[in-house]
């Protein structure tokens, strides 16, 4: 049985349900916000060393019968509205947390990717180290909350050779990469509030977005400097065109150490090849989007995923399953909360391109 950790409205998470679906695989979609209102946690444990000996399950299905978890895009949890002191609602998140970072790791089963490997991975001073100690190429970094050290690294390179950006994006707060613009340098100071990733400008005959599942590994091309902002392509990716491409070997080979690296049997990784040949270094998503390059390039991305997670997947009987498609139990009972059936019934064009 392989378990989808993300919430129902998730594309990616749909695509993948409904391909295991179509491939006799039993799956279920796991949305944390249920925790703890909802949903239920439990762990017994028996004073014996045989196979018996922790007995644990997520609402109703026993994790003994999980084969593959993949970490998609764990919601947070949602406390009772009982709870209203805030020192309460801190302690019992706390204790939600705690909990369910225990049970992930008695668990014994291959993970996509796992949570410990996958928060490491997702912090870019980290990526950027292992990515030197690997080979690659990667830009002239400073990484800062001093002003004076902000300025010094944009005069070294230039107001319009130096770019900008977050260590992280949600929907409420999305911040692209940006060329630092001279009228900005009297907004330095502002840097001492939160910590800036400033890096030199990398000019680029294609970006490439390369996408690691398992041992496949899919780059794509995409074009921005066709389109009308070519420092983040993300902004004007319904205009780029994107191809599938192929990679030197050695690229290739230094990818898969990367990855292996950071422990993860999955991740996006975002390269720029400049005009002069050279492939530089930007970033890896351990969560990242596949759909919009899958749906420009025809490469099997969603099959080839799918069948990752299938590979160690030891429950097959389609007259054991619920409805074909849906993330429901055997008894009905759903591990989500909220319309968790109807998430494997509609596939979106993506959006998010992390």
């Not at 003994?64 to 406390?79: G, M, S, Y």
């Not at 928060?119 to 002239?140: N, T, Y």
């Not at 994006?169 to 999305?174: G, S, V």
Request: glycine share 4%.
């Amino acid at each position: 049985m392989i378990l989808i950790v993300s919430s129902p409205d998730d594309e990616h998470a749909t695509a993948v349900l409904r391909r295991l679906d179509a491939l006799g695989h039993e799956s279920r979609l796991l949305d944390l916000s249920a925790f703890p209102t909802d949903l239920t946690v439990s762990m017994r444990y028996e004073s014996t060393d045989g196979a018996d000996a922790l007995r644990s399950a997520i609402g109703d299905q026993p994790l003994a019968q999980v084969d593959a978890v993949w970490w998609r895009r764990p919601q947070p949890f949602e406390l009772s509205p009982d709870l209203e002191d805030g020192v309460d609602r801190s302690f019992a998140y706390t204790e939600c947390q705690s909990a369910m970072d225990g049970l992930w790791r008695t668990l014994d089963a291959l993970w996509v990717n796992h949570p410990t490997r996958d928060e490491e991975a997702a912090h870019k001073p980290h990526q950027l180290r292992v990515a030197q100690q690997v080979g690659f190429e990667i830009p002239a970094t400073q990484i800062t909350n001093d002003p004076a050290r902000a300025r010094a690294f944009v005069n070294e390179h230039g107001p319009e050779e130096t770019v900008y950006k977050a260590f992280s994006a949600t929907e409420a707060a999305w911040r692209e990469t940006r060329v630092f613009h001279e009228h900005e340098t009297d907004l330095l100071d502002a840097v001492r509030h939160a910590p800036v990733i400033f890096q030199e400008y990398v000019p680029a005959d294609v970006d490439l977005r390369i996408t690691v599942m398992g041992e496949h590994v899919f780059p794509a091309a995409v074009h921005s400097r066709e389109t009308s902002y070519e420092v983040d392509y993300r902004m004007t990716i319904d205009s780029a065109r994107v191809e599938a491409v192929d990679l030197p070997e050695p690229v290739l080979d230094r990818i898969r150490t990367y990855v292996d690296r950071l422990g993860l049997v999955y991740g996006a990784i975002d390269m720029r090849r400049t005009p002069d040949g050279r492939y530089v270094f930007l970033e890896i998503n351990p969560s990242g989007q596949w759909l919009f390059i899958e749906e420009r390039t025809d490469q099997p991305m969603t099959e080839t995923f799918a069948r990752l997670l299938a590979q160690d997947d030891r429950q097959t009987d389609r007259q054991t399953r619920a409805t074909p498609g849906s993330a429901e139990g055997t008894d009905g009972t759903s591990l989500c909360s909220g319309p968790a059936a109807s998430a494997a019934e509609e596939v979106e064009p993506a959006g998010d391109t992390d």
